[in-house]
Structure formats: C-alpha cells, structure tokens
C-alpha cells in the first residue's frame, strides 16, 4: 500500500458495513425480514353455478369461481404452501337487507363446504360484510342515506354463524360497524363455535384503492360513500382506538386494511399491541403491479417480493394478498 492512499489514512476499527452484502450467502445470513407463502391469504371470489371461472378484468389473473372451482383452486393453493383462502361471495340475487349474505346455501358456505371437503389443511377464512348482497352496496342496513349500526349487528352475527356452521376456520368482519367484533363473537360462543377465531378488519379506511376489488365484487355503493364508517386517511391515532376496542371486544386478529400506503399504521399497531396483526395488500396496490408489468416497465416479480416484504418489515404477521400464488411459485 502507498503512502498518502487514502485507506493508509483512516482510522481504525472502521464500519464496513458491505462487508456483509458481497455475496447472497452473507447476505441471507444476516437478512433481519423474510416473507413465506405460510404466512399469505389468498383471495377467492365466489359465484353461483357450476363450472365456472371466468378471469376478473380489473384483477388479472384472478376469476370469479363456482363452489366446484373454487374447492380446485383452494386445492392448488394449498399444494403451494399457502396458509389459506379468504372468501368473498358474489349472490344471484340482491336485496335492501343483503339476506343472501346468511343465507345458509348461500354461494360462501357452499363453497366453504367445498373446500373443507377437498382440503386437509388449508385455512379458510370468510368475510363478513354485507355491501356483497346488499341492493344498494352499503355494508349495513340502510336508512335514506344513512347506515344504520345496531341493526346491522345481528345481521353480522347471522352471517358469522352460517359461515362457522359451514366449517369456516376464521370469520372476518370488514363492515366496520361499532361494536360488531363483540356481537359476532357472541353470536358465536351461543352457538357453540367457540374455536372459530376471529379476524377484525380493525382500522379500514376510506381507501381509493379499492376500485378493482368493488368492481370483481360489485359491491360498490349505490348512494353516497363509505367515509360514515370507514376511517378517514389522515388518522393514525384513531386507527389504535379501534384495535384496542376490538381486542377488548375479542378479536384474535387485528388487520390494517389497506397496506403499502399505511404502513405506518401497520408499525404502529404492531407496537402498541401483542396480538397478530395482518394487512391487507388489497386490489388498487395489485392492480397497478399488474398494469405496469403487463407494459413491461417493472420487474413483476422483483416488485411484488420487495412489496410483500415491506408489509412484514412494517410489522405484519399475516398478509392477504392477491400475489401469494404468484409469490409461492417463486420462492
């Protein structure tokens, strides 16, 4: 080495951090965050008939599926590792008071049916919302302009009830109605399903990245919005109110819904709290993945391990995602 080169003038001990990045065994070695398809949920929605699957426009490689299809799907899904299917039904027919929705041959416990029937051990999971099955698209019932909360309670727990009945291993209420997480568990423990856990849609905002979803769903709203019971952006502080009532309320897991833009939410809830939380990396964030590798201008699969990944650094123990069957082919 040469006097006055630069690394004869340093002083020592000193931090070489790339030490640790020069090739990928260090770099696994030392990695502090990992993402595994066990960890994952994967949406699945569900229409009348039978044979069906037919590929949603707004979420590509996704499809509306008949219970026979779905219970295939699921069947597929759990052959990659992934932990379970999280079920959202779109009915033959609608109505004010969404009675499809508990309807126990309604489209969910049918396909619930199907896939504990196929599957060993694969989770299933519902939604429990009514904006599916309602007329009007609204997540409760519905007077002139307003939501009405304590009416829709009971409806909630119908519709928890009829899907625990079907075999459901989680029911998750996404409605966001006050007090809904503790009339569904009552519902339940009365019924005698006491085992089935309970996964809250605790802090769901007013998101505008919804639009894919509401279209595969057709559940957007009629009249008005959902900014009456969903949350307003802006607040964080609110978000750990709403956690801790549902925790209160007997919620077995807690969920940020959406995730990337609320990733800070995601980390403050998890360290405020001592249950698992999930996230939901919903449609608008798959959407746009999906348009921008469909051009060419991103690496898709790059994209969606680094994204995946930001949601677990954030503090998420379990992701519902509409990439898992994507992410588990490639790990």
């Not at 295939?72 to 109505?95: M, N, S, T």
């Not at 126990?104 to 896939?115: F, K, S, T, Y």
């Not at 029911?171 to 519902?187: E, L």
Request: charged share 25%.
């Amino acid at each position: 080495m040469r006097a006055g080169d630069p690394a004869t003038t340093l002083s020592y001990p000193l931090e070489r951090p790339r030490r640790l990045r020069r090739t990928e065994r260090l770099r696994a070695l030392v990695r502090e965050t990992a993402v595994a398809p066990s960890q994952l949920i994967y949406p699945l929605f569900v229409v009348p008939g039978e044979g069906v699957r037919r590929e949603i426009e707004t979420l590509p490689g996704c499809f509306h599926l008949s219970a026979d299809e779905v219970a295939r799907e699921a069947h597929a899904v759990e052959q990659l590792g992934i932990a379970g299917v999280i079920l959202f039904g779109l009915p033959a027919g609608k109505d004010e008071r969404g009675s499809q929705g508990y309807a126990e041959d309604g489209v969910v416990p049918n396909a619930v049916r199907a896939i504990r029937s196929t599957c060993r051990d694969l989770l299933v999971v519902t939604d429990v919302c009514l904006c599916e099955y309602t007329s009007h698209g609204h997540c409760g019932v519905l007077a002139g302009s307003e939501v009405l909360n304590d009416p829709t309670l009971a409806l909630l727990g119908r519709m928890a009830v009829v899907h625990a009945s079907a075999g459901a291993h989680v029911v998750a209420p996404s409605d966001m109605m006050d007090g809904r997480v503790g009339a569904i568990r009552r519902a339940l423990d009365d019924e005698g399903h006491t085992d089935v856990a309970l996964l809250s849609y605790a802090a769901k905002y007013a998101s505008a990245f919804y639009g894919p979803f509401r279209a595969a769903a057709d559940s957007a709203p009629q009249v008005g919005d959902r900014r009456g019971y969903q949350m307003d952006p802006a607040n964080r502080r609110e978000a750990l109110r709403e956690v801790r009532l549902d925790i209160e309320e007997g919620a077995d897991i807690v969920m940020v819904k959406p995730a990337l833009p609320y990733l800070d939410v995601v980390r403050a809830v998890r360290e405020a709290i001592d249950v698992p939380v999930a996230a939901y990396n919903v449609s608008g964030e798959y959407a746009m993945v999906k348009a921008a590798a469909q051009r060419g201008w991103i690496d898709e699969e790059r994209i969606v391990k680094e994204t995946l990944l930001s949601i677990r650094r954030a503090g998420a123990d379990v992701i519902l995602t509409y990439h898992a069957k994507d992410f588990a082919r490639w790990s």
